[in-house]
């Protein structure tokens, strides 16, 4: 919601500015990543522009709302309203910390396959996940990641992963311990812009392991990644 030193109109929900506006979260239409919407009421002619310079960065454009907007539009006004994906954060600070509790900043950076987070953390919820983060200055000279992060395990059921940075193999581990922490070496393999994939092959779901009845399809937690 807008700060109060917006200037936003009282109502349900304080998205509303004092001249027209609207701005406010808004569910992703791919279902990836957190989004916002930015909208403003007015004539179509005075918000051709505006279209004009934000369709190439927009995930949706309503015009108007909430109608999809057309170009061969016959309406004259209403609310345009414009989806926009919040941006990845830039690291260009080190060591820095992508935390997947409820309340940390992980969201900023998942790119598929996560589960909900919890008050500890971030279960996968198929077989494979990825994780996107772009760098800036970052030094030149021996660099190491760390993850700590639970996995699914029992006496009877280990969990091997393969963890993958750009491509390219930078671990297989097996283990059944419950919580686990493990550093890899990422010097040869960073670039400006990195995905981190991990393949989970033997996830489950806990009500075929007898855990509890828990249906989802769990293999890795992510607690936080240095």
């Not at 609310?79 to 820095?96: D, E, G, N």
């Not at 990641?145 to 581990?173: E, S, W």
Request: charged residues 20%; aromatic residues 14%; proline residues 6%.
């Amino acid at each position: 919601y807008l700060d109060k030193s917006f200037g936003y109109e009282t109502g349900p929900a304080m998205n509303w500015t004092r001249n027209g506006g609207w701005v406010g979260k808004w569910d992703c239409p791919d279902g990836k990543g957190s989004c916002f919407g930015v909208g403003i009421t007015g004539n179509i002619e005075d918000l051709k522009p505006i279209i004009e310079k934000y369709k190439s960065q927009a995930l949706q454009i309503f015009f108007p709302y909430p109608k999809v907007y057309n170009e061969d539009t016959k309406d004259k006004s209403g609310q345009l309203l414009i989806i926009f994906r919040v941006p990845k954060p830039i690291i260009s600070t080190f060591p820095y910390i992508i935390d997947f509790k409820s309340t940390g900043n992980a969201k900023f950076f998942e790119s598929s396959g996560f589960c909900e987070p919890e008050d500890w953390g971030t279960w996968s919820c198929v077989k494979e996940v990825s994780i996107d983060f772009d760098l800036k200055n970052y030094p030149k000279k021996p660099l190491f990641m760390v993850l700590d992060f639970k996995a699914l395990v029992t006496p009877n059921h280990t969990q091997t992963f393969y963890f993958y940075l750009n491509g390219n193999l930078l671990k297989k581990l097996t283990t059944n311990n419950t919580l686990n922490h493990v550093v890899f070496d990422i010097s040869k393999y960073l670039k400006s812009h990195n995905t981190l994939v991990i393949k989970i092959p033997d996830a489950t779901t806990p009500k075929l392991l007898g855990i509890n009845n828990d249906t989802r399809i769990l293999g890795i937690g992510l607690i936080r990644l240095i």
